[in-house]
């Protein structure tokens, strides 16, 4: 999320915090430690990531431990970041929910139809010659492209799953990022693409997705995609280029899964997949392998009756 460029020492009021670091540090915007840039805040409260928040591309970490400064950066020191990051999110993105079925700040293409039923948020952009089918929602800020087909009862934009195990009760990540959908997408009925947590969900030019699918937060599908039914990608995927899902794939979080790669019915992927390569199974890996190992293990019932018969 970019902002209006202020200073640390603003930025600590906010989340009435203590901080190191210049009053004048200038800070651009908040970020997930995935996707931060040079101005950008990000947080961090468990020691097996203070290396990795240090050593980002932020220059301002709020952190639940004093910890020496990196050159050239500041830390806001607080005992609960995550809460921080809420508040400050919250402060800079305050929630404006819409009560009307389609937003008087939505922007609507040239010869779309959007049927009974939809609800279009608050920014929306929709391009020209889509089809919006009954009862899609389109969350607040979110963009879709020309030429795009929606069926009933898709949810675009909805909050990522990104919870904090409290004692008492799980704390929600207020998220605020996008969807953004390319250009010649069809998507399925009774799909779900959840919003960025502080950036984009992306789904690229020309990709097919079929009904009952789900993305979940920030994930970048490439060009030319097809996903069959009840495929299920975790956040911070990366998809690339004419990849094929086929149906009751998951994927696990943060995995890129390289150009023109397909993932055979019912696997389950917890690795990358390299480009042009075929896998299959749980936990997925290359087909061929994988088959002969099923084979193989087919094989050990008549193996052990030989053997007994002995």
């Known amino acids: 999320m970019q902002i209006t460029p202020t200073t640390l020492k603003k930025i600590a009021s906010i989340i009435n915090a203590e901080y190191i670091g210049a009053d004048n540090h200038v800070v651009k ?31 301002t970490i709020i952190i639940n431990k004093k910890v020496d400064c990196p050159e050239g ?23 404006q929910y819409s009560s009307v079925p389609i937003s008087n700040t939505a922007k609507i293409g040239k010869n779309t139809l959007i049927m009974p039923g939809c609800f279009i948020g608050n920014n ?51 998220t605020c990022g996008r969807v953004i959908v390319k250009d010649h997408v069809h998507i399925g009925a009774n ?33 030319m995609c097809l996903f069959a039914a009840n495929v299920a990608i975790a956040g911070v995927c990366k998809i690339g280029n004419h990849v094929t899902l086929w149906g009751q794939v998951g994927i696990s979080s943060d995995i890129t899964i390289g150009d023109g790669a397909t993932i055979q019915a019912q696997s389950g992927v917890g690795e990358n997949v390299p480009a042009g390569k075929v896998f299959f199974g749980t936990p997925a890996y290359d087909a061929r392998s994988k088959m002969k190992e099923v084979f193989a293990v087919k094989q050990l019932p008549s193996l052990i009756h030989k053997l007994y018969d002995k």
């Not at 950066?73 to 929630?95: C, G, M, R, S, V």
């Not at 009933?152 to 004692?167: C, E, H, L, M, P």
């Open 73 to 95: 950066k500041a830390l806001i020191i607080h005992d609960e970041p995550f809460t921080a990051f809420n508040q400050l999110t919250e402060y800079f993105q305050p929630k």
């Open 191 to 223: 799909c779900t693409f959840d919003k960025g947590v502080t950036s984009d969900t992306i789904i690229g030019k020309g990709t097919i997705i079929d009904n009952l699918v789900h993305i979940a937060h920030d994930v970048t599908v490439g060009e």
């Open 29 to 59: 915007g908040f970020n997930e430690i995935h996707c931060v840039e040079g101005g950008d805040v990000v947080f961090v409260d468990h020691p097996k990531y203070y290396t990795k928040a240090l050593q980002s591309a932020a220059t």
């Open 124 to 174: 929306v952009i929709i391009g020209d010659n889509c089809i919006l089918h009954p009862n899609v929602v389109i969350y607040d800020n979110c963009e879709i492209g020309n030429h795009v087909i929606i069926h009933a009862g898709t949810v675009i934009g909805s909050d990522g799953f990104y919870f904090k195990n409290r004692k008492t009760h799980f704390e929600q990540l207020q």
